[in-house]
């Protein structure tokens, strides 16, 4: 599995020349030809897609998975009682994502 950060990109070098690049779901990630040999990988927005690259004949030279998550090192948490808000700070703190938890509690016999 492939994995980049939202809003960042990584660098994919091949050992032979793509001529077709096949990204599942464009709204979660992008791939970019730099050169024959170098593909440019772009995290869009959370969760997962495939990528397909195909040399000149038709031929798979890679069929992945693609994580695209946030950089945890840029986040901040903010827990309020049950509930937990996930901010991202590059450079300016955007919430991502809320959490809620659900209290559960069982009855004795």
């Keep these: 599995m492939l994995r980049v950060y939202m809003d960042q990109a ?3 070098k091949l050992d032979r020349p793509v001529s077709k690049v096949i990204v599942g779901n464009a709204k979660v990630a992008d791939a970019t030809v730099a050169d ?3 593909i440019v990988l772009t995290g869009r927005s959370f969760g997962s897609t495939n990528l397909v690259l195909l040399d000149a004949d038709g031929n798979a030279i890679l069929d992945e998975s693609i994580l695209v998550s ?3 090192a840029n986040t901040v ?4 009682q049950t509930e937990r808000t996930v901010l991202s700070c590059t450079p300016n703190c955007e919430q991502h994502s809320d959490t809620t938890a659900a209290a559960t509690t069982a009855a004795a016999p």
């Design 10 to 12: 990584r660098v994919l």
């Design 36 to 38: 024959a040999k170098t």
């Design 70 to 72: 946030i950089d945890e």
């Design 77 to 80: 948490r903010v827990f309020r």
